[in-house]
């Protein structure tokens, strides 16, 4: 599965799922350009580390059209704060949105924008979670940005496969990156999820990162608004 030549932004990139992401596709070829908020090391030649906030519509487009024309997007930078619903705050709700939500909705439009100008193809894949559709104690603002997003990926296929740009989503199950552990450090909280996943044990940042690259690669060509689980068979229980 080869990018080369491919121009590819991926959020999120300094840790967790997106810097997996941002690593195994410039192995690949690819040239990425790797925005988080501090900037992400160089870990490979093919890499450009990008400091800009998400939260922040001029700087984020600014290093967006500094970098276009892309290939690809892979939205993987996302944020929770875990409280339950009666004591979640509006605060943590905007917040939630705007990084989970509001920051794909602009950088879906940046990009695609550019290609439908440009008469370019181009993946866009959002990384959602199985929090989209399954309800999850203390995760209210998350779940929904997240039931939010699979939402506006539909839409973003149906009006822009005409153009040749596919966008899907991948729905992961608890993945064990930072933020996760920061939700589910507690030992038995994480065995009651552990025993709802047939395969026992939460996921992999690479597990989800390999489903991200056959979204955007063109062996998935015909593959156009789904949201692809990686859970371990949790929805089929």
């Known amino acids: 599965m080869s990018f080369e030549g ?22 690949r070829g690819a040239a990425v350009f790797a925005l988080s908020r501090t900037g992400t090391p160089a870990v490979h030649g093919n890499i450009e580390g990008v400091a800009v906030d998400l939260t922040d519509a001029t700087a984020l487009e600014e290093a967006v059209r500094a970098r276009l024309p892309l290939d690809g997007l892979v939205n993987c930078a996302g944020v ?23 920051a794909p909705f602009r950088l879906g439009q940046l990009v695609a924008g550019d290609c439908v100008a440009r008469g370019r193809s181009a993946s866009i894949v959002n990384v959602s979670s199985i929090a989209a559709d399954v309800g999850t104690p203390g995760h209210a603002a998350y779940c929904a940005s997240k ?19 596919r966008t899907n989503t991948v729905n992961p ?17 994480a065995a009651g ?44 229980g």
């Open 6 to 27: 491919s121009r590819i932004l991926v959020t999120g990139a300094s840790k967790g799922i997106g810097s997996v992401v941002a690593a195994e596709l410039a192995e």
């Open 80 to 102: 929770v704060e875990v409280e339950p619903f009666l004591e979640t705050g509006v605060d943590n709700l905007r917040t939630t949105m705007d990084v989970n939500l509001v």
């Open 147 to 165: 039931a939010a997003l699979d939402s506006l990926t539909r839409v973003m296929a149906v009006e822009l496969g005409q153009y040749g740009i």
């Open 173 to 189: 199950v608890v993945t064990w990156t930072p933020m996760a552990q920061k939700a589910w450090s507690d030992p038995h909280k």
């Open 193 to 236: 999820m552990k025993a709802r996943i047939p395969l026992g044990r939460f996921a992999e940042p690479e597990e989800v990162a390999a489903a991200v690259r056959y979204l955007l690669s063109e062996e998935a060509s015909m593959i156009n608004g789904i949201s692809l689980p990686v859970d371990g068979g949790f929805r089929a």
